[in-house]
T-cell receptor, first 115, second 113 residues
Framework: DAGVTQSPTHLIKTRGQHVTLRCSPI?????VSWYQQVLGQGPQFIFQ???????GRGNFPDRFSARQFPNYSSELNVNALLLGDSALYLC??????????????FGEGSWLTVV | LAKTTQPISMDSYEGQEVNITCSHN???????ITWYQQFPSQGPRFIIQ???TKVTNEVASLFIPADRKSSTLSLPRVSLSDTAVYYC??????????????FGSGTRLSIRP
C-alpha cells in the first residue's frame, strides 16, 4: 500500500511569491496534518484537517492556509514567502477518529527554499 | 500549555540497550504518547505508541509510569543504523475543540562501533 505522498519533493521560490504543496494521505485515512521543520529543529504543527474541516491550528501567521478535498488529499498554501519559510514541510495522515487515539504516518516532505 | 522535554543527545555502542526519556507535564487523560525516528532529509517514521504501563513491538518498548508525566523509549541491542533523531509526540485534545500536536525537541542518538 502507498504511504503518504507529497509533491513536489523540492522547490525554490523567491521572496514574496506564493507556494502550494500537495499531499495524498494513506488510503482510508480521513485526517491530514501539516508540519514545518526548520533545519536542525523538530517539526512544528501547522494545521490539522478532518473531513474537509480545519480541526487544529498551530502558531503560524495567516499567510499559511490549507484545505482538504473530497478525496481527503490536501494542499498547504503559503503567501508572501519570507526567507524564514525555508524548511521541510511534512504532511501526515491518520485514521478516522480523535487524533490522539490513532497513529500519525508521515510523508517524506517537501523541501522549500526561499531565496 | 504542556511542554515535552527530551535530552538533546545521547551516545551509545552497538549491541547496547538505549533508553530515551521524554517528560510531558499536563498530559490529558485521553492523550497517547508516540515515538518517531527521523533520518536526515526524511519524514519521521513511527516506532511505537502507548497510553500507560508497557508496550512492546518488534523494534522497541515503551514504558509509561502511572502518573504519565513521562515516557521512556527502550531500544534493545542498537546498531549503527539506529543513529537518528528520536521524537516523542503527545497529542493534546480539549483546546477549544481543536487538537494541538506537540513534538518534543528530539534526541540525537549516535551509535558507535
Amino acid at each position: 500500500d502507498a504511504g503518504v505522498t507529497q509533491s513536489p519533493t523540492h522547490l525554490i521560490k523567491t521572496r514574496g511569491q506564493h507556494v502550494t504543496l500537495r499531499c495524498s494521505p494513506i488510503s482510508g485515512h480521513k485526517s491530514v496534518s501539516w508540519y514545518q521543520q526548520v533545519l536542525g529543529q523538530g517539526p512544528q504543527f501547522i494545521f490539522q484537517y478532518y473531513e474537509k474541516e480545519e480541526r487544529g491550528r498551530g502558531n503560524f501567521p495567516d499567510r499559511f492556509s490549507a484545505r482538504q478535498f473530497p478525496n481527503y488529499s490536501s494542499e498547504l498554501n503559503v503567501n508572501a514567502l519570507l526567507l524564514g519559510d525555508s524548511a521541510l514541510y511534512l504532511c501526515a495522515s491518520s485514521q478516522p477518529g480523535l487524533l490522539g487515539r490513532n497513529t500519525i504516518y508521515f510523508g517524506e516532505g517537501s523541501w522549500l527554499t526561499v531565496v | 500549555l504542556a511542554k515535552t522535554t527530551q535530552p538533546i543527545s545521547m551516545d551509545s555502542y552497538e549491541g547496547q540497550e538505549v533508553n530515551i526519556t521524554c517528560s510531558h507535564n499536563n498530559i490529558a487523560t485521553n492523550d497517547y504518547i508516540t515515538w518517531y525516528q527521523q533520518f536526515p532529509s526524511q519524514g519521521p517514521r513511527f516506532i511505537i505508541q502507548g497510553y500507560k504501563t508497557k508496550v512492546t513491538n518488534e523494534v522497541a518498548s515503551l514504558f509509561i509510569p502511572a502518573d504519565r508525566k513521562s515516557s521512556t523509549l527502550s531500544l534493545p541491542r542498537v546498531s549503527l543504523s539506529d543513529t537518528a533523531v528520536y521524537y516523542c509526540l503527545v497529542v493534546l485534545t480539549g483546546y477549544s475543540s481543536a487538537s494541538k500536536i506537540i513534538f518534543g525537541s528530539g534526541t540525537r542518538l549516535s551509535i558507535r562501533p
